[in-house]
């Protein structure tokens, strides 16, 4: 005898349901479902991971990559960094015979290499990045890495780009009154660029134009998203603050307490980009916050004509 409930069996769940996602942002997505939900840019050949384990992540967590193209990417950016500077050094390296610190102040006085070896270098790993997730993988670059439309930090509608960038401009000024409380040693590499007018104004330029752009997408689109989901979203945060806070070190001569507030200042990009959900967010805020220090380092040295007292 047939079971009444054989009549009427359950219907089998359609491709691409999923459960409710835990982190109350956006529904995960289910078996059969593309990485990150765009079907048209994310198409499910040689996913870097299966498409059920990569549903327990929301989806400005979901990565095209793993530790292993972690290491290889470390592995080529510190190769490409030596080769780009010695070869960069050797072309504009003097022809007499100077010490050290000579060849410091020289070279200092040679943008091209200060800042030439640097996008070299930058452009090297955006490179690496697109062959790498984009080329071989089939994914849509700038959008893998994070940059998305901005969500609301809370249920009501998106903030305006125009507030993050204000945001990023009100977090330089807390910055630099703090900094000025702080005993900074003079004469770090900073000080030592800026006493070159042609580097100085070239670097500036670079802050606001490049760097924002380059830093955000590196360590807000590539290793946050790594981070988190490895050790969980807090943890994530505040080791991507720390080594953005390194990166910096060399600059201010590793003076500990100037390195520590760019670790804070680091530890906030990343939670608003947590909390967004995108890259432009924290890149818009990364914009406004080298955008006022650059423009206050302008006017305080008179276009780099004339530098402070002690300087």
């Known amino acids: 005898m047939m079971n009444p409930s054989d009549e009427n069996p359950p219907a089998a769940p359609e491709l691409g349901d999923a459960p409710e996602d835990p982190y109350g942002q956006v529904p995960r997505p289910g ?29 400005d967590l ?39 610190q000579q060849l410091e102040e020289y070279l200092l006085s040679k943008p091209q290499f200060v800042l030439g070896s640097m996008v070299i270098w930058y452009a090297l790993i955006f490179f690496f990045l697109y062959i790498t997730l984009s080329v071989l993988r089939g994914h849509a670059f700038w959008e893998c890495l994070g940059w998305r439309k901005i969500k609301s930090f809370t ?8 507030f993050f960038f204000l945001a990023g401009a009100g977090l330089s000024l807390l910055v630099a009154l703090l900094s000025s409380r702080l005993q900074a040693p003079e004469n770090t590499p900073m000080e030592e660029l800026f006493k070159y007018r042609q580097t100085a104004l070239l670097f500036v330029a670079m802050a606001v134009l490049i760097a924002p752009l ?85 006017i305080g040295t008179e276009g780099f004509t004339k530098l402070p007292p002690g300087h």
């Open 214 to 298: 380059v830093e955000e997408t590196l360590f807000r689109g590539y290793l946050y998203p790594m981070f988190a989901r490895s050790f969980g979203v807090w943890p994530g945060i505040i080791l991507t603050g720390v080594l953005f806070g390194f990166m910096h070190g060399a600059q201010l001569g590793w003076t500990w307490s100037l390195v520590g507030v760019l670790v804070v200042v680091g530890i906030i990009f990343t939670f608003v980009r947590a909390r967004t959900g995108s890259v432009f967010a924290s890149f818009l805020m990364h914009l406004g916050y080298n955008s006022l220090i650059s423009i206050f380092a302008l």
């Open 31 to 59: 078996p059969g479902q593309e990485l990150l939900g765009h079907s048209e840019n994310y198409p499910t050949r040689s996913p870097a991971i299966p498409v059920e384990a990569a549903s327990a992540y929301p989806a």
């Open 155 to 162: 249920s009501g509608p998106p903030r305006s780009p125009l």
């Open 62 to 100: 979901q990565i095209t990559w793993s530790w292993a193209h972690f290491v290889i990417f470390v592995f080529f950016g510190i190769i490409s960094l030596i080769l780009v500077q010695g070869i960069m050094a050797l072309h504009y390296a003097p022809h007499e015979k100077l010490g050290r």
